[in-house]
């Protein structure tokens, strides 16, 4: 019986003390693609976006292009994507393409790309 009390003791401590998937560290990194749609212009190709983690799940984005602003976002896992957690913008790392892809509608602009290297500070 002891025994048995301390094998699930230790195995609570191990499920207790093991990381948590970070959203953050899975997307962060610098990506290219182009603007797919946007209702204030015309679609552009090449356009870098740089995303950053700020925190725990949090990331910031920017983008070369001037009709991307800078944003913040709060990550969740949904399925094999990891999405904004809120708000009216658009954040979505989808995992089933390959190589996995960034979508991100801001302000009436949809863009789309891959990722090419770590963010730059």
């Given amino acids: 019986m ?7 003791l ?3 401590q191990v499920q207790a003390s093991a990381p948590h998937a970070d959203f953050a560290d899975q997307v962060s990194g610098q990506y290219r693609g182009d603007v797919i749609s ?6 552009r190709s090449d356009v870098l976006v ?4 700020a925190g ?6 920017d983008a070369s292009y001037a009709r991307i602003p800078a944003r913040t976002f709060k990550l969740e896992r949904i399925l094999a994507t990891i999405q904004n957690s809120g708000g ?5 790392y989808d995992m089933n393409k390959s190589p996995a892809s960034l979508t991100l509608t801001i302000d009436e602009v949809s863009w789309s790309g891959v990722r090419t290297g770590a963010s730059t500070p």
């Fill in 2 to 8: 002891i025994f048995t009390t301390a094998l699930a």
């Fill in 10 to 12: 230790s195995s609570m």
């Fill in 38 to 43: 946007d209702s204030r212009g015309s679609s």
């Fill in 50 to 53: 740089n995303v950053v983690k």
């Fill in 56 to 61: 725990p799940n949090i990331v910031k984005i």
């Fill in 88 to 92: 009216q913008d658009l954040f979505l």
